[in-house]
């Protein structure tokens, strides 16, 4: 008896945490490790559902130093995305099957429907504030650990 009530609590728990996890709740901590400097790390917020991929950093009008949204692709592919519904400054971090950056847009173009293309395909990409990567030093090259 004791065991299934202990059962209980377990599968109550994990489901709540996954309801967490698939809903944004939960933060990612990645880190990109700069040329000749010490490694940056970044809470993201993970874009892995058809749902969250469209939505995106849409309608925010905040988004705090130091956080952004993952974008995590099933297969490496040429990425595209667009500012529609975006109130604020964004860099695009596209980055590689083999977790290297490959390429950073800023897109300061508030709601346009304008569409950015990664050069090659990419298996992730990470949008942060406008103008951060290269605030922080962070360039194509550089290795991230998700």
């Known amino acids: 008896m004791p065991l299934q009530r202990n059962l209980r609590y377990v599968i ?7 309801t967490m996890v698939s809903q944004g709740y939960v933060k990612h901590q990645i880190e990109i490790h700069r040329f000749n400097q010490d ?34 692709f099933k297969r490496p592919k040429i990425a595209t995305f667009w500012m529609k519904d975006v109130r604020i400054p964004i860099d695009m971090i596209f ?38 990567s290269k605030q922080l030093g962070i360039e194509v090259g550089n290795k991230v650990k998700i």
Request: net charge negative; no cysteine.
């Open 95 to 132: 980055i590689t099957k083999d977790n290297v950056i490959q390429q950073i847009v800023t897109r300061e173009d508030i709601g346009s429907l304008e569409k950015t293309q990664s050069t090659q395909r990419v298996s992730y990409v990470l949008e942060v504030n406008g103008g951060l």
């Open 12 to 18: 109550v728990a994990i489901i709540s945490f996954m």
């Open 39 to 72: 490694p940056i790390y970044f809470k993201v917020e993970i874009a892995s559902s058809p749902q969250k991929m469209i939505k995106g950093l849409q309608d925010i009008d905040y988004l705090p130093l130091k956080e952004g949204m993952l974008f995590i």
